[in-house]
């Protein structure tokens, strides 16, 4: 029989295994302040359950969602991330309209899957940047009343608590007549209904969203000072604002909104930053090395709980985006394709040290088609009159984005072009049999075309994805409950032993 002091050693060192393999990392452990924005505007998106696990292998313990997608929302079912759920646009109308709308929309999207999915829905974002200039008021005499209608159905559906409603805002909501942010203050067209939101928040324990997007600054201006769209120290041309001084353009946009709070009377009105990032194509600044540089300045001003100088607590920030979208509108320009951390298949663009001290990681399970390419045929010519109307149809029904002027493909020669084009084709059109035709000018290859920072792209099967390949997290959680029992029996067994 053994000693009694080897006993209780054995006794405790079981009990600290236990412990560990009931801390480790369940998926990872969520980093304070930061989420994401999880846009599904693709061709071929990404499995949801593969994606809600790219997001918590990588520290995002929230996520930002334009719209309540079946597919998505059960995915998000007991993951352990906090949602912000968006209504958009068009639904404004209905909801401001009838609170019985608002009801079935809560009932249908809200309740529905926090009672049966186990998703941790924290805020319902009203609309989607509804008084953007461009909308000429489109949305001005409807958005409000449907917050407040969305507010009683959830008060209606006993989760007036738990689900806090805001609306997400574009930064042109508010403007500074000299420029700097102490006299920044509400636009004069949507004053009295920024004054009534804002109070309807306050009232509330609401968070107002506003959206900041350094990257639209710079593409907007020639004369902008590249430097000051970046979290860089000793910029050039800091701007002295009194007591404060602003070296680059989120803490000066950030603190024109907080001015313009202060100045109504709002000062206390929390703030979340819904979405701020940079692309990586599409425009000659749209490049991996800007959009890694930039995101870095943000995630470190996380690590460093730095706020702003009229706010020094930071707010949540949710970035822009998780994964490239190939199917988003281009009308404000080709960058709009390419705003992911990571590409269509959850690949990493560039190496970011998140403030958990871990570097992006890639997504896990993702299944792909038959590695081939479609390309321009060896014997075509150039100059066959079908090439100019086969790559426009390939392009319409594609994304050739990548080709433009200062994107990543845009060094091809012509017929890399060509090619391009008909693969992007090919692969939107799951390599099937006869999308790689174009009147005969093209054929399938095995050997990969991509040249340089050009990706010749082959398509995800969204049919498949291998689950075991990261279903063994949450499988842990299912076998640590045996290790549990086992352990709980062995350590019996050993007190049992010492009697």
Known sequence: MGSIHHQLTMFWLIIFYMLVLHTHN??????????CNWGTRAMHPLPPDVTVRLLKDNGFGKVKLFEAEPWVMQALGRSGLEVMLGIPNEFLAPLAASVQAAENWVMQNVSNYISKHGVDIRYVAVGNEPFLKTYKGMFQ??????MQNIQAALIKAGLGRQVKVTVPLNADVYESSTG?????????DIHDLMMSIVRFLQESGYPLTINIYPFLSLNADPNFPKE???????????IVDGAFTYTNVFDANYDTLIAALEKNG??????IVGEIGWPTDGDKDATVENARRFNQGLLDRVSQNKGTPRRLTPPDIYIFGLIDEDAKSIQPGNFERHWGMFYYDGTVKYDLLMPDGQ???PAKGVRYLERQWCILSPTASIADPAITDSVNYACQYSDCTSLGYGSTCNMLDVRSNVSYAFNQYFQSQNQQKGSCGFSNLSVITKTDPSEGTCRFEVMIDTGKHDLTAYISNDACLFNRGAVWRTLATIVFGLLLWSR
């Open 359 to 361: 570097i992006l990681v």
């Open 266 to 271: 709002f000062g206390s009105v929390e703030v």
């Open 228 to 238: 000051y769209a970046f979290f860089t120290p000793g910029t050039s041309s800091p």
């Open 26 to 35: 369940k998926g990872g452990l969520f980093v304070e302040g930061i989420g």
């Open 141 to 146: 005499m409807t958005t409000f009343p449907a």
């Open 180 to 188: 700097l942010p102490s006299n920044g203050d509400f636009r004069a």
